[in-house]
């Protein structure tokens, strides 16, 4: 089990990614929304022996705490209130994480759409990704990990043994993701959905604080028209050519 704690001291945030200090390779995956990153990662975790721990789940938790607790998604002051009294867990499973939100188990809540929109507003917040990279970069301080995200090579693992950023036309990208979310009400269409994402897009792409964007050095990896095979097959390949570059 991997506990998250909210009071990590103000001295740990600013600590650079050191892989010297690693004797196993932290895999990192970053992309867009309905890229695949979740699925890949699991999978890439168990291909490799890794510890798979969702970065995306980390910002749910939050959103969900916000939600619970009445507090807007875009006041930052209040969100980071939130921190002194929250405690996420994530307890890696075969497919994903089970996450627990102050003791509570909401593995399937942090999955629904308002929490996963709400996840996309809070992470904007500078002060919100600060305190989240501080923990992202305890849990994975070690190595042995595959971590998925969408700063995960460039701002929390600049120095990660493998990265790979997943991408897809919007379209594609907006059709998994409407058929992944289960049943709908009539209201939400596979129209609304791609609106959503790109809305979404915009967001992570123009925040000031940790845009996405590919990490110079990361592997660029387009999965349009690509089936999971072989996405998962190329995957595969990056991690074995970089751990061999690695030393691992």
């Given at each position: 089990?991997?506990?998250?704690?909210?009071?990590?001291?103000?001295?740990?945030?600013?600590?650079?990614?050191?892989?010297?200090?690693?004797?196993?390779?932290?895999?990192?995956?970053?992309?867009?929304?309905?890229?695949?990153?979740?699925?890949?990662?699991?999978?890439?975790?168990?291909?490799?022996?890794?510890?798979?721990?969702?970065?995306?789940?980390?910002?749910?938790?939050?959103?969900?705490?916000?939600?619970?607790?009445?507090?807007?998604?875009?006041?930052?002051?209040?969100?980071?209130?939130?921190?002194?009294?929250?405690?996420?867990?994530?307890?890696?499973?075969?497919?994903?994480?089970?996450?627990?939100?102050?003791?509570?188990?909401?593995?399937?809540?942090?999955?629904?759409?308002d929490v996963a929109e709400g996840?996309?507003?809070?992470?904007?917040?500078?002060?919100?990704?600060?305190?989240?990279?501080?923990?992202?970069?305890?849990?994975?301080?070690?190595?042995?990990?595959?971590?998925?995200?969408?700063?995960?090579?460039?701002?929390?693992?600049?120095?990660?043994?493998?990265?790979?950023?997943?991408?897809?036309?919007?379209?594609?990208?907006?059709?998994?993701?409407?058929?992944?979310?289960?049943?709908?009400?009539?209201?939400?269409?596979?129209?609304?959905?791609?609106?959503?994402l790109r809305e979404r897009d915009?967001?992570?792409?123009?925040?000031?604080?940790?845009?996405?964007?590919?990490?110079?050095?990361?592997?660029?990896?387009?999965?349009?028209?690509?089936?999971?095979?072989?996405?998962?097959?190329?995957?595969?390949?990056?991690?074995?050519?970089?751990?061999?570059?690695?030393?691992?």
């Amino acid at each position: 089990m991997t506990e998250i704690e909210s009071n990590t001291p103000q001295s740990n945030i600013a600590q650079p990614d050191a892989p010297t200090q690693r004797r196993l390779p932290v895999v990192a995956i970053d992309g867009p929304a309905g890229a695949g990153k979740s699925t890949l990662a699991a999978h890439l975790a168990r291909r490799f022996g890794l510890l798979n721990l969702e970065s995306g789940a980390m910002y749910r938790a939050l959103a969900l705490k916000a939600i619970e607790s009445d507090i807007g998604f875009e006041d930052e002051a209040a969100l980071s209130a939130l921190f002194a009294t929250t405690t996420i867990e994530l307890q890696p499973q075969s497919e994903g994480n089970r996450v627990l939100l102050d003791g509570h188990d909401v593995t399937r809540r942090v999955r629904e759409r308002d929490v996963a929109e709400g996840a996309s507003q809070v992470s904007v917040h500078p002060q919100v990704r600060q305190w989240m990279v501080a923990q992202q970069r305890t849990l994975g301080a070690n190595g042995g990990v595959v971590m998925e995200g969408r700063d995960i090579g460039t701002k929390v693992f600049p120095n990660a043994e493998v990265k790979i950023f997943l991408d897809a036309a919007p379209e594609v990208r907006g059709q998994r993701r409407f058929l992944q979310g289960g049943p709908v009400p009539p209201t939400v269409t596979e129209e609304s959905v791609l609106m959503a994402l790109r809305e979404r897009d915009a967001r992570d792409r123009s925040r000031a604080a940790s845009p996405l964007e590919p990490a110079p050095d990361a592997i660029l990896l387009d999965s349009t028209g690509m089936t999971f095979e072989q996405v998962t097959a190329r995957s595969e390949e990056i991690v074995r050519q970089r751990l061999a570059l690695a030393g691992l």
